[in-house]
C-alpha cells in the first residue's frame, strides 16, 4: 500500500486505489501511471471531478472499450447529516446486500456528499496508436461498425458529424502493428483518407465537450442509439446549421447542440426515441429518482387463488401438490425452508409473472422467485405458504451481433448464452461453476461471478438493462440496454444483486465482447502457501491481469489427487491455474511470463498447456473438487468470503487455525486474484457433534474475513445462511438506508421475506 502526496492511497497488488471525491481522473491517472496502473476512464473535460463523473457514471473517451465509471467503484465515504458513512469496502468482489456502491453512478441512489471513492484498477496499455479518418459520415459509420466486427483493440472510435472518425488501437505493438494493416484495407475499401497519428488527437472532442457542457439541459441532446441507427438521426440533423453533432461511434452516443429552439429540441427527442434510442447521462446526472408508488393491486377478488394462478399460466405450469411442491423446497445449500410454498407457478413471459404477482398482492402472498434452484445460499428456499415463481420457462435468447448484446430471458442457462455468443465470434464472460445448470436470472439475482471475473468483472459489469415486475405487479424497465449510461442504470444496477427482494426480474439485456482468438493454461505447483499468494501479488503488481487465477490449498490438492491420481503431489502446499487470453501475440507474451513469475517465486513444478487437450487436463483438477471432498465427508458447507488480495495468505492460515479449533476439516480453494475464496467446511449430518459445531465454525470464518476488510460474499450471495451475520458485516446505518430502499420498492415486504437484511 502506497499513500502518495496527492491523498491518493494506491494498493497496487490489490488494484484498488482511494481517493478523495474531489480529485481529477487526470490526477490520478498521473499517480497511478508511476505503477502501471489507470482508472481507465479518461473523461473529454479534464477539471471534472471524480464526484461529477460518478453523478453522471460519465465514461469519456473510452466507452467502447472500458464502458462508464460506474463499473469501477467499489467504495464510497459520503457525508449524510454531518456524519460519514462507507458503503462498499476494499475487495474486487462484493455480494453482500445491495449494490449501493454500484447504485451510486448516475444517482440510482442518492446517499449524500461524495467525500472519498475507491477504485478497481486496470493495466495502463503497453502501446496506444491513434488514427484519423476522413470522409462522408456515413461511410465513417460504417468503417467503425466493420471495425468493431473484425474485434479490432480498439479503445476510443470518436465521430464529428462533419466527417471526421478518431480510432485509439491498444496493446502489443506487434498487435497493433497487425490490426493497423487491417484498418487501413478497412479504410481502402471503404474511400476514405486516413491519417496515422494527427496531431490534434483528442483534442478537438475535449473542445466539443467543453463547448457542449456548458449548454443548458434543454439546449442539447444526449442520445444512446443502437449503432444501426446512428446514420438515421444524423441524416435528419444534416440541415442544421451552427449545431454540432458529435459523439461515440462504439456506443452509439451522439451529443447535439446548441438547439435554441424548443420545438427543435422535441423532434430530435421524439426522433431520437423512435430510433430505439434513451437519454445519455455523459453530460449531466439524471432527473431526481422517483421510486414507482407500490399500491397493492385490488383488481383481482378471485378467492381460489390456484383457480386465478392456474388462469394464467395454465395447470399444467401451476403446481400445488403437496408431493410435487416438496422438489422446490431447497436449493443447492444445506438452508432449510419453515413450511411449503402455496404454489409453485411456472409462467412463460413477463405479462404472466405481472399477472400473478397481481394475484399474491390481491391476496397478501409472499413471492419467492427460482431460477435453477443452484444458489449456495438459501436465496431461493421457499417461504411457507408462499407464491414461488418459477423462471425457468423465460427461455428468450436473442444475440444482436451488430450491437454485441444479448437479450435474454431470466430463464436461460448461462453456459447455453455462452455457447449462443460464442458461435457468432462473441463472449460472455460471467463464468460461475454453475453455469451448466444456474440461469441468468439467478445469476443477475446473486450478482455471479466466477474464474474469468478477475479479468472481465461480475455479472454488474454485463447488465445494461433489466425487465422487472415490482411487489403489485408493475412492470419495470431500467437501464438503457446500450452503453449502460441511461437515465435508470442505477436502479438496474440495484437490482443486481438484491436476491429478488425488491423485484422479480424476467428478461435482460447483456453486454457481449470479441471473443479471445487464443487462450493458454498454466499450471504452477508451489512447497508452500505463502509462496502461492506471494505469486499472485506479484502478478497482480505486475500490470499484467489473467483472465482466471485459481488457488487450491493442501488440502484440496491431496483430495483432488486421491481422487483422480493424475500425479499431483500430495505433499504441496499450493496451486494455482493461470489463464492468459487475448490475441494470439499477447497471450505467447502472458504465458511466458506467468511461468517466469512462478518459477522465481519458488515454484517447484509449473506445466504449461500447449494444447486443447493440456488444457482440459489441467482444468480438470479445479472441476472435481466437489466430489474429490465427498471422499473426505459426505457433506460440506460451501462460503465464499472476499478479502484484500494482500491478506489471503494471512486469511488461509487463520482459517486453518479454525478448522483445528472447532476440529471440523476445511478446504480452502478460490479466485485468488480478487480474492474471493471458498472455504468449505467438511461434515458428516450423521454425526450430532460436527452439527453441533458447524455454525460457530462458519461464524468464525467469517469473522476471520470481516477482520481482514473483507466481506461476507463475492458472488453467492446472502440468502439465509449469512443473514444473521449482515449487522456485523454493514452495521446499523446500512442496514437502515437498505431497509429503506426495500421499504420504496416493496412496502408490505412480501418479495422472498427473511432473505439478506436482518
Not at 97 to 111: F, I
Not at 175 to 193: P, Y
Not at 285 to 296: A, G, R
Request: hydrophobic share 45%.
Amino acid at each position: 500500500m502506497t499513500t502518495t502526496p496527492s491523498s491518493f492511497t494506491i494498493h497496487a497488488g490489490a488494484l484498488l486505489a482511494s481517493t478523495p471525491a474531489s480529485a481529477t481522473a487526470t490526477a490520478l491517472n498521473q499517480a497511478l501511471a508511476a505503477y502501471g496502473l489507470c482508472l481507465p476512464i479518461v473523461s473529454l473535460r479534464a477539471e471534472v471531478t471524480l464526484a461529477e463523473l460518478v453523478a453522471c457514471n460519465s465514461g469519456g473517451r473510452y466507452r467502447l472499450h472500458s464502458g462508464p465509471i460506474g463499473r469501477y467503484v467499489r467504495a464510497a465515504t459520503l457525508e449524510q447529516g454531518g456524519k460519514l458513512l462507507t458503503i462498499g469496502g476494499p475487495t474486487l468482489k462484493r455480494a453482500t446486500g445491495y449494490n449501493l456502491h454500484r447504485a451510486l453512478a448516475g444517482q440510482g441512489v442518492r446517499l449524500g456528499m461524495i467525500r472519498e471513492l475507491t477504485f478497481n484498477l486496470r493495466p495502463l496499455p503497453v502501446a496506444t496508436a491513434l488514427y484519423a479518418v476522413h470522409g462522408p459520415i456515413d461511410r465513417l459509420l460504417t468503417l467503425s461498425a466493420y471495425l468493431i466486427s473484425e474485434g479490432l483493440s480498439i479503445r476510443g472510435l470518436a465521430f464529428d458529424a462533419t466527417g471526421i472518425l478518431l480510432i485509439e488501437l491498444a496493446g502489443l505493438p506487434t498487435v497493433i502493428e497487425r490490426q493497423a494493416s487491417i484498418l487501413a484495407a478497412a479504410v481502402a475499401q471503404a474511400q476514405v483518407t486516413l491519417t496515422p497519428d494527427p496531431a490534434m488527437g483528442w483534442y478537438h472532442w475535449e473542445q466539443l465537450a467543453e463547448q457542449h457542457a456548458t449548454l443548458l439541459p434543454d439546449q442539447r441532446l444526449d442520445f444512446t442509439l443502437p449503432r444501426r441507427a446512428l446514420p438515421a438521426l444524423i441524416a435528419t440533423c444534416s440541415s442544421l446549421t451552427g449545431v454540432a453533432i458529435w459523439g461515440d461511434a462504439g456506443v452509439g452516443s451522439v451529443h447535439i447542440g446548441p438547439l435554441r429552439d424548443r420545438a427543435l429540441y422535441a423532434t430530435l427527442k421524439a426522433q431520437a426515441s423512435a430510433l430505439g434510442g434513451q437519454p445519455c447521462t455523459e453530460f449531466g446526472p439524471p432527473p431526481e429518482p422517483t421510486f414507482p408508488s407500490l399500491v397493492p393491486a385490488t383488481g383481482v377478488t378471485e378467492a381460489d387463488t390456484v383457480r386465478a394462478m392456474q388462469q394464467v399460466v395454465g395447470k399444467r405450469f401451476l403446481i400445488h401438490h403437496p408431493d410435487q411442491l416438496a422438489v422446490y423446497g431447497q436449493d443447492a445449500s444445506i438452508a432449510q425452508p419453515n413450511g411449503l410454498p402455496h404454489a409453485v407457478a411456472l409462467p412463460a413471459n413477463t405479462d404472466e409473472v405481472a399477472a400473478l404477482m397481481r394475484i399474491a398482492a390481491a391476496h397478501g402472498l409472499s413471492v419467492v422467485a427460482r431460477g435453477a434452484g443452484s444458489g449456495l445460499a438459501g436465496g431461493s428456499v421457499p417461504t411457507a405458504g408462499s407464491l414461488m415463481i418459477g423462471l425457468n420457462r423465460m427461455e428468450q435468447l436473442v444475440i444482436d451481433r451488430e450491437q454485441q448484446v444479448a437479450h435474454v430471458g431470466a430463464g436461460v442457462i448461462t453456459a447455453e448464452l455462452q455457447r449462443a455468443a460464442e458461435r457468432v465470434g462473441l463472449f460472455y464472460p460471467p463464468d460461475p461453476s454453475s453455469q451448466t445448470a444456474s440461469t441468468i436470472g439467478g445469476n443477475i439475482a446473486c450478482n455471479a461471478g466466477g474464474p474469468r471475473c478477475l479479468k472481465y468483472g461480475v455479472t454488474a459489469d454485463y447488465v445494461l438493462g433489466v425487465t422487472a415486475v415490482l411487489a403489485d405487479g408493475t412492470i419495470v424497465h431500467y437501464g438503457d440496454g446500450l452503453s449502460g449510461q441511461g437515465e435508470s442504470n442505477g436502479l438496474a444496477q440495484l437490482l443486481v444483486g438484491s436476491e429478488g427482494t425488491l423485484a422479480v426480474i424476467t428478461e435482460a439485456t447483456l453486454r457481449l465482447i470479441p471473443l479471445p482468438r487464443a487462450r493458454r493454461t498454466t499450471m504452477a505447483i508451489f512447497r508452500t502457501l505463502y509462496e502461492a499468494c506471494a505469486t499472485v501479488e506479484r502478478i497482480m503488481a505486475s500490470g499484467l491481469i489473467p483472465a482466471s487465477l485459481e488457488l487450491m490449498d493442501d488440502t484440496t490438492i491431496a483430495a483432488v489427487e486421491a481422487y483422480l491420481q493424475i500425479g499431483l503431489p500430495r505433499d504441496a502446499g499450493a496451486l494455482l491455474l493461470m489463464l492468459a487470453d487475448g490475441e494470439p501475440e499477447a497471450v505467447d507474451q502472458e504465458t511466458a511470463t506467468l511461468a517466469e513469475l512462478a518459477r522465481t517465486s519458488g515454484a517447484e513444478r509449473v506445466v504449461v498447456a500447449r494444447t486443447a487437450g493440456d488444457e482440459a487436463n489441467l482444468w480438470q483438477a479445479r472441476r472435481v473438487i466437489a466430489p474429490a471432498l465427498a471422499r473426505i465427508r459426505p457433506n460440506r458447507l460451501g462460503e465464499d468470503i472476499s478479502v484484500p488480495v494482500p491478506q489471503i495468505a494471512a486469511c488461509v492460515s487463520r482459517i486453518k487455525q479454525v478448522s483445528a479449533a472447532y476440529e471440523l476439516p476445511i478446504v480452502v480453494f478460490g479466485h485468488a486474484g480478487d480474492g474471493n475464496l471458498h472455504p468449505n467446511i467438511l461434515f458428516d449430518t450423521r454425526n450430532p457433534s460436527e452439527l453441533a459445531r458447524l455454525w460457530p465454525c462458519a461464524e468464525a470464518i467469517f469473522a476471520v474475513a470481516l477482520e481482514m476488510g473483507g466481506t461476507l460474499s463475492g458472488e453467492h450471495g446472502i440468502g439465509t445462511l449469512k443473514r444473521p451475520f449482515m449487522r456485523q458485516a454493514l452495521g446499523e446505518t446500512q442496514i437502515a438506508i437498505q431497509r429503506a430502499i426495500k421499504s420504496h420498492f416493496d412496502p408490505e415486504g412480501r418479495l422472498n421475506p427473511g432473505k439478506v437484511l436482518p
